[in-house]
């Protein structure tokens, strides 16, 4: 087992969700990451049920000693439809678990991002899995905060505007678009996996099924609680299933895998009227502002799908501490 310092410390902002799932359980299993929590927010669905599934979640993979951070439980300005038609009315396929055990930390999330991020300064990997409201609420109380962070990975956006929730836009940056340009506006670089790469990086349901047989608490779990939507998605995408958040985690972890291909270049986050949420990129470069976005392109099938299948092999709790 690695020794603690030399792992990388993470921590993962997100709303669970089906999709969110499978990216915690992937950070928990890295050896060379440490979780120091997780910060919710409301999204996918509702703030008591996204709190709760990340506390559930912790739980089934014995990992109850991981602080989930209560943080926002709406966007900044204007409200926003959840998508419960795709991940459960309970964001976590409707299975009816038992509730978990412990409860959340008494710090908000917002808080805790802004002092995680200054304790380890420098060196903090921040994953950003949903609306951005938590890390732009934690920007407005600290705005040294992109100081601080070592690499912000973002899951957002629809970088040729081709969305999953308007024609334009994808779901987390239309859940909270002023969110999203304030973060937009503050970091320098952030990498940015969006809908269109997750679209580009399918894999087969046959193999997640494959992969759920795995005799782990967490491989049973996340079969059942992703049900519902693998049978949504076959309606809709056919033989391929797509992880957004996954795949943000894929590339958060292992950012130099060979094959990974990125596009740096200038992003901004529409706030107006039909383009609402919509991430515009400067494709070529003609505005003269500077580069914010890495914009994931391609990332290795191959290593992303056998990091999902080790995920839910892998023995969890080892790697306490
Ligand atoms: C993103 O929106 C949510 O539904 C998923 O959890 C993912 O973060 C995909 O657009
Ligand atoms: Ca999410």
Redesign the pocket.
């Known amino acids: 087992m690695m020794e603690k310092s030399s792992r990388i410390p993470l921590l993962i902002d997100t709303?669970p969700?089906v999709?969110?799932a499978l990216a915690i359980l992937m950070a928990l299993a890295s050896p060379h990451h440490r979780l120091l929590g997780l910060s919710v927010s409301a999204?996918?669905v509702g703030l008591a049920h996204t709190v709760r599934n990340a506390l559930k979640l912790c739980e089934v993979a014995g990992r109850a000693d991981i602080p989930v951070f209560v943080g926002s439980e709406k966007p900044l300005l204007h409200p926003a439809p959840d998508?419960a038609d795709?991940?459960g009315s309970d964001g976590f396929g409707d299975i009816g678990f038992a509730p978990p055990q412990h409860g959340p930390a008494d710090e908000h999330a917002a808080l805790a991002i802004a002092r995680l991020a200054r304790l380890h300064s420098g060196q903090l990997l921040l994953v950003a899995?949903?609306p951005l409201t938590n890390l732009a609420l934690a920007l407005r109380l600290d705005p040294q905060l992109p100081r601080h962070v070592g690499r912000l990975v973002v899951?957002s956006g629809a970088v040729n505007g081709r969305g999953?929730?308007t024609p334009y836009a994808?779901?987390?940056s239309y859940f909270d678009p002023e969110a999203a340009h304030i973060v937009f506006e503050a970091f320098e670089q952030i990498d940015v996996v969006d809908?269109e790469a997750?679209m580009a990086h399918g894999f087969a349901h046959d193999d997640l099924a494959h992969w759920c047989t795995a005799n782990t608490p967490q491989a049973r779990f996340y079969d059942a609680i992703s049900a519902k939507t693998r049978q949504w998605a076959r309606h809709r995408h056919a033989d391929l299933w797509h992880s957004?958040?996954a795949l943000a985690m894929a590339y958060a972890l292992a950012p130099d895998a060979p094959g990974v291909d990125v596009a740096c270049h200038r992003l901004e986050v529409a706030l107006q009227a039909a383009t609402r949420g919509m991430t515009l990129v400067d494709w070529q470069n003609l505005a003269g502002r500077p580069a914010n976005a890495r914009i994931l392109l391609r990332y290795p099938q191959a290593e992303f799908n056998a990091c999902l299948a080790e995920t839910l092999s892998a023995t969890l709790t080892d790697k306490r501490g």
């Open positions: 709303d969700g999709d969110d999204g996918n998508a795709v991940h899995l949903g899951m999953n929730i994808e779901f987390n809908w997750t957004a958040d």
